[in-house]
């Protein structure tokens, strides 16, 4: 924890050392969760439209070279990847309807979701397997030279 995980408001207008805490910003310090949810967040950022599963496995293949997942994690992957990916379209949706902002951006995300969704997960896991290959051959190869 640090000052700058802490928000706050001014006590004493004739003393500025004194504040009132009125909240904490979580910058993953005081929470501790599943390494999975983490990649699965980062795979999720990462694809779009021209390239839903070829970027997100790039990024889950670099993560594996550092913090391997284990099988039952790999497993369960595609449900944490499809879980943000719905998050990500119902805040974008919300997002639209409160502020009037672009409509673009929620349809998109809603685009995404159900195009990940169409995917079977055998072969989202197929693409993500042979990306994590190809990544692994070649950081391999870097490494002889």
């Known amino acids: 924890m640090s000052g700058s995980n802490i928000l706050g408001t001014e006590a004493d207008e004739k003393n500025l ?4 805490i009125t ?7 005081l929470t501790h969760t ?10 999720a950022s990462f694809m779009n439209e021209e390239d839903l599963l070829g ?4 990024v889950l293949a670099g993560y ?7 099988t039952h ?13 719905c998050a ?3 805040i974008s949706n919300d997002q639209c309807r409160l502020f009037s902002t672009n409509e673009t951006i929620a349809t998109t995300n809603w685009k995404l979701l159900k195009t990940f969704w169409q995917e ?12 994590a290959r190809k990544f692994s051959q070649h950081h391999q190869s870097e490494k002889l030279m």
């Open 34 to 43: 599943f390494l999975i949810c983490e990649i699965a967040i980062s795979m």
């Open 55 to 58: 970027r997100s496995g790039c």
């Open 88 to 90: 990500t379209a119902i």
């Open 64 to 70: 594996q070279s550092r913090f391997p997942l284990s």
């Open 120 to 131: 079977p997960k055998s072969q989202v896991d197929q693409v993500w397997a042979d990306v």
């Open 73 to 85: 994690e790999i497993e369960l992957l595609y449900y944490f990847v499809s879980a943000c990916l």
């Open 23 to 29: 909240g904490l910003i979580d910058f993953g310090d």
């Open 17 to 20: 050392k004194h504040f009132h």
